[in-house]
């Protein structure tokens, strides 16, 4: 007869082992070229042209070897029709099942741009998927917040209510994908969200962002390096 089975044994024994082995190899999802590019120079990683991908997709992959992680930086590149970057919800979840699949990652890092409100002093907790990093964003002093997802940069009244009532502090198009996909194949994940324009001020969103990107896109580049330098050669119980 099979002994009891002890599913909170199991869950710590399960949490025990993720927490003590090293951190390896990195996915990064990132939506934007212009946000991946920098990133792809500074670990010097090469593009995967004979890609693992499905035939005829956009998706970009860059790879290589940084210190002691493997790096892949995968991007939805631009869409087939309209020549835009593939951003928003759809692409991302799709993106990050076939890149988990493909590349059996310890850890996903969902890189990019978010929008922010004025007041950024909320520290948000619980939620679902992110992996608790207290370590990280003390020593690399990142703000922690709740992130929401939508598929629009703008904001509906709709959203704007439901964003407060949930007390996030940062609004993007993909983080929910990422975390979704990544709950369902239990890969841990973070989220990396460099703020390039003020929602709630004063000037219109979509300018304000394009005003914003590079520069916002320069401070993410140097962040997601002092992220990766901590990473390296660390288990997930030391970050
Ligand atoms: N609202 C929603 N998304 C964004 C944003 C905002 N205020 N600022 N920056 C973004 C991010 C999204 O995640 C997309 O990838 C891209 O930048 C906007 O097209």
């Known amino acids: 007869m099979a002994p009891p089975h002890d599913e909170k044994a199991e869950i ?5 082992s993720i927490s003590q082995r090293s951190i390896s190899n990195v996915l990064f999802i990132i939506a934007m070229q ?3 590019s920098p990133l792809v120079n500074k670990f010097q990683l090469t593009e ?6 499905p035939k005829g997709v956009p998706w970009v992959r860059y790879h290589g070897k940084y210190k002691d992680l493997s790096i892949n930086i995968v991007c939805p590149g631009k869409d087939n029709t309209l020549g835009v970057d ?10 990050t099942y076939a890149s988990v699949q493909a590349f059996q990652p310890d850890i996903i890092i969902n890189a990019g741009t978010a929008g922010g409100f004025k007041v950024f002093d909320l520290y948000g907790v619980g939620s679902r998927q992110a992996f608790y990093t207290p370590n990280l964003a003390k020593e690399l002093s990142l703000k922690v917040g709740k992130l ?4 629009s940069l703008d904001m509906s009244t709709v959203d704007e209510t439901a964003i407060h009532a949930n007390d996030a502090t940062v609004k993007d198009m993909e983080g929910a994908a990422v975390a979704y996909v990544a ?4 890969v841990p994940v973070i989220f990396l969200k460099a703020v390039t324009d003020i929602i709630d001020g004063d000037k219109p969103t979509a300018e304000e962002f394009l005003q914003n990107l590079a520069a916002v896109t320069l401070a993410l580049d140097q962040t997601v390096t002092q992220v990766v330098d901590f990473i390296n050669g660390k288990s997930f119980s030391e970050i």
């Open 48 to 53: 995967d042209l004979d890609s693992v991908f």
């Open 34 to 36: 212009t946000e991946a």
């Open 148 to 151: 929401s997802t939508g598929d």
């Open 12 to 16: 710590q024994v399960n949490e025990d």
């Open 183 to 186: 709950d369902l194949l239990k």
């Open 86 to 95: 593939g951003v928003g919800t759809v692409s991302a979840s799709l993106l």
